[in-house]
């Protein structure tokens, strides 16, 4: 009674690990709007975004509306990343540059995606899409 009770546990535990694992299908709509990483979009210009300790390398960064980019993001010091929400935007260490079509003029927050530490929550820039 026990060996099978213990076999059905396996089994049911492996099912849920199993559906757990794998590939995401999210369906929240990852690639909306703004998000095309990479995906076959040739970027006609290119902007890199340079951090250092608590600043980036520019107070203010120009995009064009419909023009994709390539963003790339080079870290000099310490540990940061960049993080535009409204243009679904997120690049460190790990995930250094992506291509983005840019749909919607106006003036964006990026922020630095990390927590760097004393210095973190002034650590921001504006991006203009024009």
Do not use: W
């Not at 890199?48 to 520019?58: M, V």
């Not at 919607?104 to 995606?113: I, L, P, R, V, W």
């Amino acid at each position: 009674m026990i060996r099978r009770f213990t076999i059905l546990l396996s089994i049911g535990l492996l099912l849920v690990l199993s559906a757990c694992g794998g590939t995401s299908s999210n369906t929240n709509d990852a690639t909306s709007k703004n998000e095309t990483a990479d995906a076959g979009i040739t970027a006609k210009e290119e902007l890199i975004i340079t951090a250092a300790n608590y600043s980036f390398d520019q107070k203010t960064y120009h995009l064009k509306k419909g023009v994709p980019v390539k963003i790339i993001f080079k870290n000099e010091s310490g540990n940061h990343g960049i993080l535009i929400p409204e243009l679904n935007l997120r690049l460190d260490g790990k995930d250094a540059s992506r291509v983005i079509v840019p749909d919607e003029a106006g003036t964006f927050e990026m922020t630095c995606a990390i927590m760097c530490g004393s210095g973190h929550s002034g650590m921001s820039a504006q991006v203009i899409v024009e």
